[in-house]
């Protein structure tokens, strides 16, 4: 057993009542008290925690509970050989919550000689240098006019040194190629939430391991990236805290509102924003008001709703006025996929362009639900010029799509996969709109398919939208373990006109395709025409 006074008293606040908790935080305390504090083969090393929490009182601002709570297990280490017991850790709250003010104490405190590692080089790592600077500049500025610490530090405008440990503390923007081969201690990664892949965490993690009880912090707030770095790194916690993985070396440090319903009671708060927790300190006390000032202007400005309840209580929201689903709807679309054997099924095509993407895909129903079993084109020239951040390769990998080095994307990929599903499914009819299909037409007709036509496809979004929501909410669409697909769907903008119809749009007109969505609604439109919910039937069950 193993104990340390501010991990006990931010337990007891929970426990008696003083603060509220969210649902990952309530999992994080079980979680440690099942699995951490029960062994014995590790310690806290409190007095450089004490040194830590007087540097930071000294220097910066007086420490909350959360905050002495969080950094204790900084400062958590093996007894056989002092090593740190959580490398990582994941800081996701609301905006406001201090995050960066937290870093910036730890990243000083890291290249002092009260921690006392040399050469314990720090990287601050931010999409925009705006931001990477945010810590940076904050330590920067703290040393400015303090004789003891401009002793101890050596700034620059590009990077700031520990004269005793001669650890470095430098910022850099989440482009790889400007990664200068710091041998690094501690890599801070900051504004996870728009990073779309592990790319940049890869670059800077690769330096670490040659410094002595090296760290990682991942810090950020919810955003609008599904799929992305940020909801892989909550399933990785959500695996630890349900002790699914026990040997992960993270600490994730969640908060957020449990339901979107709580927005609307100020005292559940303090679940996203742990500073709103009573007693409020003055810089808490102000943000508060601030908040609640733009929560009631929410009456008169609704279309707000989606950044207040996204930032201020971390929980990520969709405007199902300017989306097709919900995420988590979204994600009910990866279900097993049923034998498809004796089904009936109507094809679907869509390319915006012959020089980037092409779609194509089947409709099934079975048993009142939808499945859609689709197939991707995508022109090697198009992903060399227009940088998607997604991971193109892996979908290739997974045969999702197929990448081809073509100056256009040649109609004989399309034909080819439909001739390949006619031979399994007995497809008889593909439908796309007039404009595209007209291209692929003549060598669809050769071989014997079928062809509808969609003269106005914007007017079939209007006339299916109602139908399309309601097989989302209601989960009655299977795209199987499909990751591509998902994001097809989750890039449609939802545009509702004047005249209150709908219309299906890219949210990004060069890197959030949408093509397989597209092709999906032209098989839809025709479903009802040649769709059945068939049964299954076999040779045995037939009287000669």
Not at 263 to 274: L, T
Not at 342 to 362: M, P, Y
Request: glycine residues 6%.
């Amino acid at each position: 057993m193993i104990s340390n006074k501010y991990v006990d008293d931010y337990i007891q606040l929970y426990e008696t009542g003083k603060i509220k908790l969210n649902k990952e935080r309530v999992l994080l305390i079980k979680y440690l008290k099942k699995n951490v504090l029960s062994r014995g083969d590790l310690y806290f090393d409190e007095k450089m925690h004490e040194n830590y929490i007087k540097f930071t009182e000294k220097w910066y601002f007086i420490m909350e509970p959360f905050q002495k709570f969080v950094t204790a297990f900084v400062f958590l280490f093996y007894k056989k050989d002092n090593s740190v017991f959580y490398e990582q850790f994941l800081i996701l709250m609301a905006r406001g919550a201090g995050k960066n003010g937290l870093i910036s104490t730890l990243c000083h405190f890291f290249i002092s000689l009260l921690h006392g590692i040399p050469k314990y080089n720090i990287s601050i790592v931010a999409n925009s240098e705006l931001q990477a600077k945010t810590s940076f500049r904050e330590v920067y500025d703290s040393i400015e006019g303090k004789e003891v610490l401009e002793k101890m530090f050596y700034r620059t405008k590009v990077e700031i040194l520990g004269n005793d440990t001669k650890s470095i503390l430098q910022y850099h923007t989440s482009n790889a190629g400007t990664k200068d081969g710091l041998r690094d201690g501690c890599v801070i990664y900051d504004e996870i939430h728009q990073y779309e892949n592990f790319d940049v965490v890869n670059v800077f993690s690769s330096g670490l391991g040659k410094v002595p009880n090296a760290r990682e912090f991942f810090i950020g707030t919810e955003g609008y990236v599904r799929e992305g770095f940020l909801d892989k790194m909550k399933e990785r916690a959500m695996n630890i805290l349900e002790g699914k993985d026990l040997d992960d070396p993270l600490f994730p440090f969640i908060c957020k509102i449990d339901d979107p319903k709580e927005m609307d009671n100020p005292e559940m708060w303090e679940k996203a924003n742990p500073m709103f927790s009573e007693p409020r300190s003055t810089y808490a006390a102000g943000l508060f008001k601030k908040v609640l000032a733009q929560f009631k202007q929410l009456a008169n400005n609704p279309g707000n709703r989606e950044e207040f309840i996204t930032k201020r209580m971390n929980l990520p929201e969709v405007d199902l006025a300017k989306s097709v689903a919900t995420w988590d709807d979204i994600l009910a679309t990866d279900r097993p996929v049923p034998d498809l054997k004796h089904r009936t099924c109507v094809g679907g095509l869509d390319f915006a362009s012959i020089k980037d993407f092409a779609a194509v895909g089947l409709l099934f129903k079975v048993d009142e639900e939808y499945i859609w079993k689709t197939h991707s084109f995508v022109r090697k020239g198009f992903l060399d010029t227009v940088k998607l951040k997604v991971p193109i390769k892996q979908w290739e990998k997974d045969g999702l799509l197929t990448i081809v080095d073509e100056p256009v994307i040649d109609v004989r990929h399309i034909v080819n996969w439909f001739v390949e599903m006619r031979e399994q499914y007995g497809l008889t009819k593909i439908v796309a709109d007039t404009f595209r299909l007209d291209l692929v037409k003549t060598a669809l007709e050769a071989e014997g398919f079928e062809l509808v036509f969609i003269r106005n496809p914007r007017a079939i979004h209007s006339l299916l939208a109602p139908r399309v929501e309601t097989m989302f909410a209601k989960h009655k669409i299977i795209f199987g373990d499909n990751q591509l697909m998902r994001w097809y769907t989750n890039n449609v903008y939802v545009q509702t006109k004047k005249d209150g119809n709908k219309e299906y749009l890219k949210k990004d007109e060069f890197r959030r395709k949408t093509d397989g969505f597209q092709a999906f609604i032209h098989a839809l439109f025709e479903a009802d025409n040649v769709l059945q919910d068939d049964v299954d039937f076999f040779l045995d069950d037939i009287d000669f």
